[in-house]
């Protein structure tokens, strides 16, 4: 169903937005192997945190971890802000290949945007369970 979808916007005249083609990034990853999703992410007009999320969730759920991270160095080069969204789906990369020093560099950057798991009105309950989850693989 995602591959149709993908085929007919792709053949329509008409330029997606930032609140379509998030829902797309979804459900390619879920469908189709690399690198059709990341084809589909590059030619977008308007690329925001959403679109860059659905697609790390994307290949975090096929477990193409290394594209996982792959994203997310690019999303840190292009100096874009994750959210705990973003960490929740690195940190599940990273427990994913049992690197344990890679897990830690991730943390350490969750740490470094400011998310105190302790502290604050709303802890991240999804970055702190991703955590717990890579640590006890």
Known sequence: MGTQIHASVSKSRYSLDVYMDPPLLICIPNVVVSPVPKTFFDGMTERDVVSRNALIAGYTQNEDNEETLGLFCLLKRESVWPTPYTFGNLLNACANLADLNLGRQAHAHV????????????PDIFVGNSLIDMCMK
């Open 111 to 122: 740490l470094k945007h400011g998310f105190r798991f302790q502290s604050g009105s709303e």
